[in-house]
């Protein structure tokens, strides 16, 4: 999937002119693309004059609540809204709230997205939901000023882990000098998203690491929800560890499970190039990137972690050595 074509970012920009009040959601569990796209699309379109919101039905993670518009997020959808779009959001189950029943346009970056959207702007090259954002903005008619600047260069930064992954090209670089031309701080939103982390997260991934497995180009630990209680640590993700996972030396791919309260275990796969986990994914109900993907799968986590690491181990074994 390639950048939208005209016709389809002309027929946004009419959508959205027509809009009087938007409301804009992302994925359940949101990532720093999701809220900062989020947070960029609803304050563009206040500059324009209309009624918009961000939702997240959970609020936002805390080490985001430093973005421009934070305090304005919603936990439920507006009465009277009459589009929502949504970003970084590849099918419409993973939408954080329910009910969607108004026209929808879709924004976003994964080659598995479903195209479920009336509209859809979806580019599969961009590096996150935010770069895309950056380059439909003057044919989407959105302003971007300080603070939507801020919330791309948000996106940018996390989607890339810091301009680390492949997708981070010339264009990406340029779109991050611009957005600071336009007065993004990059060093304070690094600093905010990436390198700051809270004590009991690093207490968390202690108990993860203690466990940590490495055989055959394969990575990988769990997380459990004893070792969440016992760190004291208040999400219920992996607090980013897998992206230390994925910087094992000789490791082609990482993965990690995380148990969940309802029973269920959440699975992330991170590899190096050469090999495609959002394919592995999607035999789980899951989907994402060739290099990020993620899936929610029912099951208690021994379970899911022989299934998951057989799967892994297959494809690694198919797609044969480095
Ligand atoms: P994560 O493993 O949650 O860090 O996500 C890595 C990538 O996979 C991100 O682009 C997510 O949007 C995507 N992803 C994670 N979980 C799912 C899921 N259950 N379904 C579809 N995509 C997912
Ligand atoms: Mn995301
Ligand atoms: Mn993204």
Redesign the pocket.
Known sequence: MAAPAKAEVGKARRRLAAAHHAAVVS?ERP?G??VGSALATALSLRLTGKQAEAVFPDGLPARYRFLPGAATVRRDLPAGIDLIITV?CSTLDRLGPAGVAVPVVNIDHHPTNTLFGQINLVDAQASATAELLYNLAPGLGLPIDVDVATNLLAGIVTDTIGFRTASTTPRVLQAAADLMTRGAALSDVYERTLNQHSLSALRYWSHGLGRLECEGGLVWCSLTLEDRRAAQYGGNDDADLINLLGTVDGARVALILVEQADGRTKVSWRCREGFNVARLAEQFGGGGHDLAAGAMISGERAQVELTVLSATRATLEAVGPA
């Open positions: 994925h990532d693309d999701a970084d």
